[in-house]
């Protein structure tokens, strides 16, 4: 009972972590239609770019956030502009296979600019794990969770409550009906992708506090991040969080149980199960909008 | 856009691929060109037609799954793997000679994996079926890697020779003749496909499956039966794969390798076969860029990683698939075809 309870508890804090990599996929899906498929990529260069201005050049840890938020800004408004809007009119392929190329661009790069080494940040989050009864859970992990649900309490706030939140509610619904209340898509798009690479960068760095960076957090993107989203429901923030929860706490448990029967590796595999099973029960997530199709 | 004078006199006609006795001669000169290669190619570049020609099978493939019937296929790789792993199973266990039935059976067993691993496109479309393919990539590879005493896991797997009759492939011009028939005979197939009533009923499901549905084309029966197709072929082309490296390892079917693929469809031009062979190419022909200029970038740049080589290709893939789908989105044989269109009427404009 034990063993479980630590599962659960380090599941539902690695679903956390999960959740606010989604998050990063909900916004950008919620506004342009565009599923971003190279947010993992995004995840690692800015994770790594932080890197190299914290413990490469020496800048305090809080200036080198501030840092790669700045540059993120650029990156964000420079991919829309000239990937992007291009292929507004374009079939979904499209823009499936130019977000993958996209990520396999910035994987690259980021091959040739770091070597492909094994990275850790220097700890700037305290290392004493929690104790809470019979559960050790590491400190990086309750702060990454609480940081999960507070940009996500705020991200609530903006899309709801504030106009720019609004307006990119509005575009994703319909282009010409936002045009013509006065809504500047094509601002909103420049919006949309900066929020996303903010929150990227921001999902990265916390994600490099609890493990080694590595290139294999282009992997985190695609076979974590996506089950999550498809599992919530990709226009809804709510069931980013609440899918990242379930992927988490069901990766862990069922590698937990299951990977000494099997002998390793089962957790990677255990959300893309999950999300081929919704994929074939409830296509559109348990909280998406379901698409009605006419002729 | 015909060439001038052509005219149709009967049904045979209509439907021909090569219609004039100057694309006759060409189409000749073409397989002419293809049997005398490996005399005057050097071994370096006979490595690069056959791989080129395995990839064209399985490109021949993804084009039937999403180019004519529009089903997103992302784990391409993995059926490969499945071919390949298939008849090298088969060969190793039964003996080389039996390479002959183990082609077929692995198309066979990838078709089939293609056809539980498309099951999902009956009830989600485009967006969500990518991502289900996507899963069965990784999922594909990691059942592989797991099955360690039937395929050797992560460890490899050693294949033998392929053998048909008392003729033994060990030699790379053998290798070259075997991959370029299997790839004319695949080439012919997916041609011909397309102008058959199972190709007809494929383009109707890709322009809109609805209103096919309601035409009486049976979408659940042909979306199945296109994954099983594509799937095929990769299996095909997964097997000579495997004769040809004669070493297996999961590493080498990767989620990249899918994604290179659909690449060189949408780069060739997702409609035609034609486009798939040019697409093929093009982006080998790319990758030959990279192995060249890599040394030169390594000794420009002496603070760049060794493993440059890997990373340079996949920032000059990504960079040329994006340029083709931000510039020409229909691909090289579209801009074939104003080509042909405009010396066709020269000297009239249009």
């Not at chain 1, 296509?283 to 002729?295: A, Q």
């Not at chain 2, 370096?44 to 296929?73: E, K």
């Not at chain 2, 197709?229 to 390798?257: E, K």
């Amino acid at each position: 009972m034990d063993m479980f309870l630590q599962f659960l508890v380090t599941g539902i804090m690695l679903g956390g972590v999960y959740g606010l990599v989604a998050l990063g996929l909900v916004i950008i899906y919620k506004s342009s239609g565009v599923l971003n498929l190279a947010h993992g990529a995004f995840l690692l260069v800015m994770a790594m770019l932080a890197w190299t201005l914290a413990d490469g050049m020496g800048l305090p840890m809080w200036l080198s956030i501030v840092a790669v938020l700045a540059v993120s800004v650029v990156l964000g408004y420079g991919v829309e502009r000239v990937i992007l809007r291009p292929l507004i009119g374009q079939p979904i392929l499209a823009t499936i296979i130019v977000t993958l190329a996209l990520g396999f661009f910035l994987e690259g790069v980021a091959i040739i600019s770091w070597g492909g080494d094994i990275v850790s940040y220097q700890k700037f989050l305290p290392r004493e794990p929690f104790t809470w009864g019979p559960v050790i859970i590491p400190q990086a992990y309750v702060w990454s969770f609480l940081v999960a649900i507070a940009l996500f309490i705020l991200l609530l706030v903006f899309f709801r409550y504030t106009k720019y939140g609004l307006a990119m509610q509005m575009v994703s619904e319909d282009h010409q009906v936002a045009r013509s209340l006065g809504v500047n898509v094509r601002t909103v798009f420049a919006q949309t992708w900066i929020l996303a690479v903010m929150m990227a960068a921001i999902a990265g760095i916390l994600y490099g506090s609890l493990h080694p960076l590595s290139m294999e957090m282009t992997h985190l993107g695609l076979v974590k991040a996506i089950p999550v989203v498809l599992l919530g429901g990709m226009n809804s923030l709510a069931g980013a969080l609440v899918g990242g929860l379930i992927i988490g706490v069901a990766e862990v448990v069922g590698a937990g149980y299951i990977d000494p029967i099997i002998g390793g590796g089962f957790k990677d595999v255990v959300p893309l199960i999950l999300m081929l099973l919704i994929l074939l029960i409830k296509p559109y997530g348990l909280f998406g909008w379901v698409r009605i199709e006419r002729i | 856009m015909r060439p001038t004078g052509t005219y149709d006199t009967s049904y045979a006609r209509d439907m021909a691929i090569v219609r004039t006795p100057l694309q006759w001669g060409l189409l000749v000169v073409f397989f002419a060109a293809l049997i005398v290669y490996p005399h005057f190619s050097g071994q370096y570049w006979l490595s690069i037609a056959t791989l080129t020609g395995i990839t064209l099978i399985a490109v021949f493939g993804l084009h039937i799954t999403t180019g004519l019937c529009g089903q997103i296929n992302l784990g391409q790789s993995a059926f490969m793997a499945v071919g390949a792993y298939t008849s090298a199973i088969l060969t190793a266990n039964l003996g080389a000679e039996w390479f002959l039935l183990a082609l077929p059976f692995a198309g066979i067993m990838a078709g089939v994996t293609g056809l539980i691993f498309g099951a999902p496109s009956l009830r989600v479309k485009e967006l969500y079926l990518a991502m289900a393919t996507l899963a069965s990539q990784f999922i594909i590879v990691y059942m592989i890697t797991r099955m360690g005493f039937l395929t050797g896991g992560a460890l490899g797997f050693r294949v033998p020779w392929a053998s048909i009759g008392g003729l033994v492939f060990d030699t790379p011009v053998e290798i070259y003749y075997l991959v370029a028939g299997i790839a004319v005979i695949v080439g012919l197939a997916a041609r011909n496909i397309t102008r058959s009533r199972v190709g007809r009923a494929f383009i109707a499901i890709r322009d809109n499956d609805l209103a096919a549905a309601v035409m009486g084309v049976n979408i659940y029966g042909y979306k199945l039966l296109a994954f099983f197709t594509g799937c095929f072929f990769a299996g095909i082309a997964g097997a000579l794969w495997a004769h040809y490296l004669t070493y297996l390892n999961p590493d080498q079917f990767r989620l990249v390798d899918s994604v290179w693929m659909l690449g060189m469809l949408i780069i060739g031009g997702m409609g035609s076969t034609l486009g798939a062979v040019m697409g093929t190419v093009f982006i080998e022909l790319l990758d030959v860029l990279t192995y060249y200029i890599s040394p030169a970038l390594s000794a420009a740049f002496p603070q760049l990683p060794t493993n440059v080589t890997w990373a340079v290709s996949l920032v000059v893939f990504s960079i040329a698939v994006i340029i083709f789908l931000v510039f020409e989105p229909r691909g090289l044989s579209h801009r074939w075809g104003i080509f042909k269109a405009s010396y066709r009427l020269w000297p009239y404009g249009y």
